[in-house]
């Protein structure tokens, strides 16, 4: 008997949504990076993407979806949503502002809506992955599904590398 697959939040968001998804799960005990997730499952590095969660110099938490080689051009990012600034918020909060676990944080259904941010990248794409809310799974949907499940914006906030 195969054992049935747990659905997460956001899974279960995408479908009340009618939004198409393919899932993937993998064997994690704990964190892995997002790399290494995509050597575990075979997917090109540019298809999959990593949440990000930040704090501004108000105080509010903001969401970046980027590519998982990437890294997030803070200035960038603040400009998107508006900020002066903005950090990346402790690993011991993500739990607590967003509902998920490090490893496992998604754009969609988090305990609050954050203002969330795209980065660009991803308008070129048919499809990205990013993490299904736990460790060990992952979901590939078209961006702008994404974009409207996480009720997100398209910017540019990578980093330029040299």
């Known amino acids: 008997m195969a054992k049935k697959e747990v659905k997460t939040n956001a899974m279960r968001i995408l479908e009340s949504m009618k939004i198409p ?3 993937y799960s993998y064997e994690c005990k704990e964190f892995v990076d997002g790399i290494q997730v995509a050597d575990m499952l075979g997917l090109p590095h540019e298809k999959v993407y990593k949440t990000l969660v930040t704090v501004g110099a108000s105080r509010n938490y903001y969401v970046f979806v980027i590519p998982i080689a990437e890294e997030l051009d803070m200035k ?3 400009r998107s949503v508006g ?4 950090e990346m918020i402790h690993v011991k909060d993500i739990n607590k502002v967003t509902g998920y676990i490090r ?3 998604t754009a969609i259904g988090m305990k ?5 941010r795209i980065d660009s990248s991803a308008e070129s794409l048919p499809t990205i992955i990013v993490s299904g809310g736990r460790i060990g799974s992952q979901i590939e949907l078209a961006p702008d599904d994404l ?3 996480s ?3 398209y910017a540019d906030v990578l980093k ?3």
């Open 160 to 162: 330029v590398k040299n």
């Open 103 to 105: 490893g496992g944080c």
């Open 76 to 78: 960038k990012a603040a």
């Open 112 to 116: 609050k809506q954050y203002i969330t």
């Open 151 to 153: 009720k997100a914006e």
């Open 147 to 149: 974009l409207a499940a």
């Open 21 to 23: 998804f393919e899932h």
């Open 83 to 86: 900020e002066k600034n903005v």
